[in-house]
C-alpha cells in the first residue's frame, strides 16, 4: 500500500508564497502520476497541477505561471511551489498518487487560505 502526507499549508497574504510538501510512503511502483487537487467551500474539487514519472508537468489555467511542481524521486517527495498568490486559491488541497486505471492514493489534505 501507499500512503501520501500533504504538509505547508497555511494562512498568507495576496501575494505571498506557499510550499506544499507530499511524501509517500509504503511499497509502490517506480511508474506514476502524482497530481495535486483543491477543494474550496460549495465547489467541486478540480486539478491544479501534475507531474509523471519521467518528468512531464501540466497546470491548470487558473495557476499557470504562478505555480509550479517538482518532485524529488530518492525522497519519495512532491512538491509545488505557489507564487503570487490571491484568494481565489484558498481552498484544502490534496495530494493524488496514480500508478495504474485501478491503484490511486489520496493524502489527508492541507489547508491554504489567501486573505485579501
Known amino acids: 500500500q501507499v500512503q501520501l502526507v500533504e504538509s505547508g499549508g497555511g494562512l498568507v497574504q495576496s501575494g505571498g508564497s506557499l510550499r506544499l510538501s507530499c511524501a509517500a510512503s509504503g511499497s509502490f511502483f517506480s511508474t506514476y502520476v502524482m497530481g495535486w487537487y483543491r477543494q474550496a467551500p460549495g465547489k467541486q474539487r478540480e486539478l491544479v497541477a501534475t507531474?509523471?514519472?519521467?518528468?512531464?508537468?501540466n497546470y491548470a489555467d487558473s495557476v499557470k505561471g504562478r505555480f509550479t511542481i517538482s518532485g524529488d524521486n530518492a525522497k519519495n517527495t512532491v512538491y509545488l511551489q505557489m507564487n503570487s498568490l490571491k484568494p481565489e486559491d484558498t481552498a484544502v488541497y490534496y495530494c493524488?498518487?496514480?500508478?495504474?486505471?485501478?491503484?490511486?492514493?489520496w493524502g489527508q489534505g492541507t489547508q491554504v487560505t489567501v486573505s485579501g
Open positions: 493524488n498518487r496514480r500508478e495504474s486505471t485501478y491503484l490511486s492514493y
Open positions: 507531474i509523471t514519472s519521467s518528468g512531464s508537468v
